[in-house]
C-alpha cells in the first residue's frame, strides 16, 4: 500500500492510499491544502485540528453548492427532455394528420426553440469549465 507525504497548510502528513489512486489521493490534498492556505491567509497560525477542520468545511461548503448547482440544472434539463418528448409526439401526431392532408414544411426552427436549446448549451458550457478550472486547481 503506497505512503504518500502530503502538504496541508504547510504541515506534511503520511498518508497511505490504495494502489493507483496516488493521483486521486494527491488531487484532494491540494484541494484541502487551498483551502487551508486561503484559511490561515485570513487568520494567521491556527491550531492543526482547527485548520484541517475548518478546510474541510470550507471545502464542503464548495463542494455542496456545486451540487446543489447541478441537481437544479438536471431538473431543468430533465424538464427540457419533456418538453422535446411532447413536442415530438405533437410533431408525429401532426405528420400523421398531414400525410392525409397537403403537406406544408417549415424551413425554421421556432425561436422559442432554439432559445431554450442555447439556454441549455450555455449552462452546460458554464458547468463543464467550472468543473474543469476547479480540476486544474486540484491537479
Request: hydrophobic share 45%.
Amino acid at each position: 500500500m503506497p505512503e504518500l507525504e502530503i502538504l496541508i497548510g504547510g504541515r506534511a502528513f503520511e498518508v497511505a492510499c490504495q494502489e493507483g489512486e496516488e493521483h486521486y489521493l494527491q488531487t484532494a490534498a491540494e484541494m484541502l491544502n487551498i483551502e487551508a492556505q486561503t484559511l490561515i491567509a485570513q487568520t494567521g497560525r491556527i491550531p492543526e485540528a482547527r485548520m484541517l477542520l475548518m478546510s474541510g468545511l470550507m471545502l464542503a461548503d464548495r463542494t455542496a453548492g456545486v451540487e446543489d448547482r447541478l441537481k437544479l440544472m438536471e431538473d431543468e434539463s430533465d424538464g427540457l427532455r419533456a418538453e422535446i418528448d411532447r413536442l415530438t409526439t405533437a410533431l408525429k401526431r401532426s405528420e400523421s394528420l398531414a400525410s392525409s392532408a397537403q403537406r406544408v414544411e417549415v424551413p425554421v426552427i421556432p425561436v422559442a426553440v432554439t432559445q431554450t436549446l442555447t439556454t441549455l448549451a450555455d449552462q452546460a458550457e458554464a458547468l463543464a469549465s467550472e468543473v474543469e478550472a476547479k480540476s486544474k486547481k486540484a491537479g
